[in-house]
């Protein structure tokens, strides 16, 4: 059975597209990526899912039950983390926690045992106020509320936005963690790298439909990378005659182009140049999909 | 259960201050009384002197203002503008709030339907107003006591905070709606005020004219006037019915919009 599957899932706002005929599958126990640039729909897919939106069309069930007629029992064993998060101001850390856990029908000692440890683990002070925290801190807050209640499901919407990259760390290793324990988890960015980090499988969704669905392997021989190169004499374009090299600039000192395919193909010819220096940098969605999923 | 107390907690100080406020008002209107009453028959000539429609807009027409209860029947316009307006932000606050300070996307991940979060929501906002009428009922009774030397007016005072309880659920209820049906939360409660004020004014351009009287049942303000109410002595049956209907109604398009439309996130 798939925890969660959709099936020509549609949203439109009004007259406004928000996704069209979204097909997703995600098998129980993978970390399941979904990628898109801002825009795109990912959080449209993700706000029906958790029925704070209606769809317009198609259908949609986690853990094999439709989520328009039993939302409040499906969402029993569902973790959210948004990509920003919002908490009442006038309570304390502990408060809304308590709050968060008084909602489920777990045990609540142990849901209590888990916020200890969560937010040592974090370094959450639970005594603050909501209003005093600062927004990684507001953030942890986020994450302790999503994983208190040991879903089995996590749903993640651009989670990593406003922590700072030792957190971010310790994020990833609890949700292998809890993906070790068995949980699911959607996992949804426009950061390429972090979802080929966690992801097993990857949804890319462009102008509200999904374009490709991928193995993370497949995405990671079919490695993107852009190069910029300063060269000590003008470039010959014929060096240049790989497959998978794309967008291709030469002037006087400098050679820059897109390259997807395996990286040792390409080291090899730059090696062969006279360089004065070199960057290799994570080209963006935007480009990535400007030069290979637009065709 | 955990909604309804967590409304309680964070509306406890406006229930305070609304709280101060009324006794405020009550305490203070009542002081002017003891004014009035010292002066004998002569202040209702004076203001029988003056033009219906100036006796109208002043809400003194029909009132004897020597006695205690008469003066009460006065203020009660006041005190039951001041708790309508009270009751039609917190209906609008209940619902809105969580659209407003964007906490709607927290809640509602929770298993939670959004009927039973509008359960708690009403629920608490409806023991916020039980609270505002008892304070007002017993700041009522103990100033009104404290400066009336005639006959006791404490039946009156009870018989118009059922009145006042009538308008407070009719207007909390509207501003329930509102927000239920309103997406942009920001501007619900200036919608439903506006509602408010324009029943308010509408039943004083009926007291001040006779042709308009068919539209008396568009402003709950003249379902329960004081001057009848206290004349009769009880309140019309038939207006409470209409009022029933018209809770219900509210009530009900509270549940069904916000249940079935997408909450802003």
């Not at chain 1, 897919?45 to 317009?56: E, H, N, S, V, W």
């Not at chain 1, 948004?82 to 489920?104: C, G, N, Q």
């Not at chain 1, 490695?223 to 002037?251: H, M, P, S, W, Y």
């Amino acid at each position: 059975m798939n925890i969660i599957e959709t099936k020509k899932l549609t949203k439109y706002y009004g007259k406004y597209r928000g996704i069209i005929d979204v097909d997703l599958q995600v098998e129980k126990g993978e970390i399941y990526g979904f990628i898109g640039p801002n825009g795109a729909g990912k959080s449209t897919t993700i706000r029906t899912l958790l029925g704070l939106i209606k769809p317009t069309g198609g259908s949609a069930a986690i853990f094999g039950k439709d989520i328009t007629k039993v939302g409040p029992e499906i969402k029993e064993e569902i973790g959210y983390l948004p990509s920003e998060v919002f908490y009442y101001d006038d309570m304390r850390v502990i408060d809304l926690l308590k709050y968060s856990a008084s909602f489920y029908k777990k045990d609540k000692k142990q849901i209590e045992k888990r916020i200890q440890e969560l937010s040592g683990l974090l370094d959450l002070d639970l005594k603050k106020k909501i209003d005093d925290l600062s927004y990684g801190n507001k953030k942890k807050v986020g994450i302790v509320q999503g994983l208190l209640h040991e879903p089995k499901l996590i749903i993640l919407d651009e989670p990593t936005g406003g922590l700072d990259p030792l957190i971010q760390q310790k994020f990833f290793n609890l949700l292998r963690e809890e993906n070790a324990r068995g949980a699911t988890i959607l996992f949804s960015s426009h950061i390429l790298s972090e979802v080929q980090k966690m992801c097993s499988r990857v949804a890319i969704i462009k102008e509200g439909k999904i374009i490709k669905i991928e193995k993370i392997s497949d995405l990671i021989e079919n490695n993107t990378k852009r190069f910029a190169l300063e060269t000590v004499k003008k470039a010959d374009k014929k060096d240049f005659q790989i497959k998978g090299v794309d967008d291709l600039v030469i002037t006087d000192h400098s050679v820059t182009f897109l390259y997807r395919g395996k990286i040792n193909d390409i080291t090899r010819e730059i090696a062969k140049l006279d360089l004065t220096n070199i960057s290799i940098e994570e080209p963006d969605l935007e480009e990535i999909f400007l030069h290979y999923y637009q065709r | 259960m955990n909604i309804f107390l967590r409304e309680l907690k964070s509306h406890w100080k406006g229930i305070l201050f609304w709280s101060l406020g009324m006794v405020g008002l009550v305490g203070s209107g009542m002081a002017k009384f003891d004014a009035y009453q010292s002066t004998g028959q002569s202040i209702n000539q004076i203001m029988n002197a003056f033009p219906k429609s100036v006796q109208i807009i002043l809400g003194i027409s029909g009132f004897d203002l020597t006695t205690a209860s008469g003066f009460y029947g006065l203020l009660f316009l006041y005190i039951a503008l001041m708790a309508t307006i009270h009751a039609v932000l917190i209906g609008s606050d209940m619902i809105a709030k969580e659209e407003r300070d964007k906490t709607s996307e927290f809640l509602f991940t929770k298993p939670i339907s959004r009927a039973r979060a509008v359960t708690g929501k009403l629920l608490a906002g409806i023991a916020i107003l039980a609270i505002f009428n008892f304070v007002t009922a017993i700041s009522s009774i103990y100033s009104v006591k404290y400066f009336n030397r005639g006959a006791s007016a404490t039946h009156d005072i009870l018989l118009l905070m059922v009145a006042m309880a009538f308008l407070q659920l009719i207007f909390f209820s509207v501003g329930a709606a509102v927000a239920a049906i309103n997406k942009r939360q920001k501007t619900s409660a200036s919608i439903a005020t506006a509602v408010l004020l324009l029943t308010f004014i509408l039943s004083f351009l009926i007291s001040l004219n006779d042709k308009l009287d068919a539209l008396k049942y568009l402003s709950p303000f003249k379902y329960f006037e004081a001057q009848d109410i206290m004349a009769h002595g009880h309140l019309d049956p038939a207006y409470m019915a209409l009022s029933g209907i018209i809770i219900a109604a509210l009530i009900a398009g509270t549940y069904y919009f916000y249940s079935k439309r997408d909450l802003n996130v």
